[in-house]
């Protein structure tokens, strides 16, 4: 089911192009990473207002019945955000009853299915933004929407269970469903036409692309495959847990731009077991690191959260695989509040912890002089 056209039903008549406050213009809707509307605002940054079930949102700027509304903005005035979200929510009081009714009623017709095959609208999801340093901009490619891998600290259930309560879904564990847009390709391709052209990262945002379904219905490959028909060549990177992609290897290797990344967040696998058991082995991973860069591709890794494990062991491998590195602190626990409270790992949970052990990791890294990076896009390999 794509939420972008009931999204935009809900704070009808505002719709895409609207001047919902003078000034402040309705630009996109998305519902990659929960509802949320995206606004130009004349002399200033995007102006983002998202919409969260009520009663998942402690604070808020205005509220409907059963939606709340919050709004983020850099450097925007805050009064204006708070003003946009009182005339929005004006507008989904008069909307919600029916739309969402509607919108249940769909997800009735579909309960108890935890993989299904849906359909979307528009597939590259525009991300990033443009600092001091550098251009980030890029867009998001998501083939599925949910993951089979289950890693219990994921945060992407964080954006999509509230999505799921929301259309009165069935309550059902991470990792147990996967909505597989099966119409991916298929998008991809028109979009790719009348897009301008941008960096695609095909990353654990919603799902990882080569969780274990990719197997069977292959739509990360067919987007691939859609991506070289297309003689793409603005940078593509691939991130995941998956050894599934070994599989797509001479794909990638077609694109002059591709970037195969991994996550690893440590090199003792007794470690990864315990906090991700259905995801690829250390060395599994490792060793797709080290046949990316035989394929040709430029290679990164993701270390994320910090959990327990030799650090100088990890700095070693990875400066052996990888051409950089992201490191980034556990940013919420989520499902593996249970997995912290073994006492072998209860310490790790703590933000200072979690802190203390991305600076080591960064100094040794830096002493085997591995970049790191900030942000969201590794540096482009350079030609
Ligand atoms: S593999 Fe990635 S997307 Fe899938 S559950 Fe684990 S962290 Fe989340």
């Known amino acids: 089911m794509d939420l972008r056209a009931p999204l935009l039903e809900l704070v009808a008549p505002h719709g895409l192009g609207a001047e919902v406050l003078p000034g402040v213009v309705l630009e996109r809707a998305s519902a990659e990473l929960g509802l949320r509307l995206t606004f130009a605002v004349a002399g200033a940054g995007p102006l983002h207002v998202e919409l969260s079930p009520l009663a998942d949102t402690p604070r808020y700027a205005a509220r409907s019945t059963r939606l709340a509304l919050s709004y983020r903005a850099r450097g925007a005035d805050p009064g204006l955000g708070k003003r946009l979200c009182d005339t929005l929510a004006a507008a989904v009081r008069d909307n919600e009853e029916r739309v969402l009714a509607r919108l249940e009623a769909e997800a009735e017709a579909q309960a108890g299915a935890r993989l299904r095959e849906v359909e979307v609208d528009t597939l590259l999801e525009p991300m990033g933004r443009v600092t001091a340093a550098r251009d980030e901009t890029f867009y998001g490619l998501s083939p599925y929407v949910g993951c089979l891998v289950g890693c219990r600290f994921c945060y992407a259930q964080s954006h999509l269970d509230p ?64 991506l070289v028909g297309a003689a793409f060549d603005a940078p593509v990177f691939v991130l995941t847990r998956a050894p599934l992609v070994r599989r797509d290897l001479p794909l990638l290797a077609r694109l002059p731009g591709a970037h195969l990344g991994v996550s690893l967040p440590t090199a003792d696998d007794a470690v990864r077991a315990h906090f991700e058991p259905r995801a690829a082995s250390v060395d599994e ?13 430029a290679t990164f890794a993701v270390v ?37 409270d073994d006492p072998r790992f209860a310490a790790t949970r703590e933000p200072a912890w979690q802190k203390g052990a991305a600076a080591e990791l960064a100094g040794l890294l830096d002493a085997r002089g591995v970049p790191r990076w900030e942000g969201e896009l590794p540096p482009e390999r350079q030609p």
């Open 163 to 226: 999505l799921r309560r929301l259309l009165g879904r069935a309550a059902a564990p991470w990792g147990s469903w996967v909505d597989a847009r099966v119409n991916a390709p298929a998008v991809l391709a028109r979009e790719l036409e009348a897009r301008p052209r941008r960096p695609i990262k095909l990353c654990p945002i919603v799902s990882d692309p080569y969780q274990p379904l990719e197997k069977r219905l292959g739509l990360t490959r067919a987007c691939l495959e859609v």
């Open 285 to 297: 991973r490792l060793a797709l690191l080290r046949d990316a860069r035989a394929a040709g591709l």
């Open 304 to 340: 994320q959260p910090m959990l327990a494990g030799d650090r100088a062991e990890l700095a070693d491998a990875l400066a052996a695989h990888a051409d950089s590195v992201h490191l980034a602190v556990l940013q919420g626990e989520y499902g593996a509040a249970a997995d912290f």
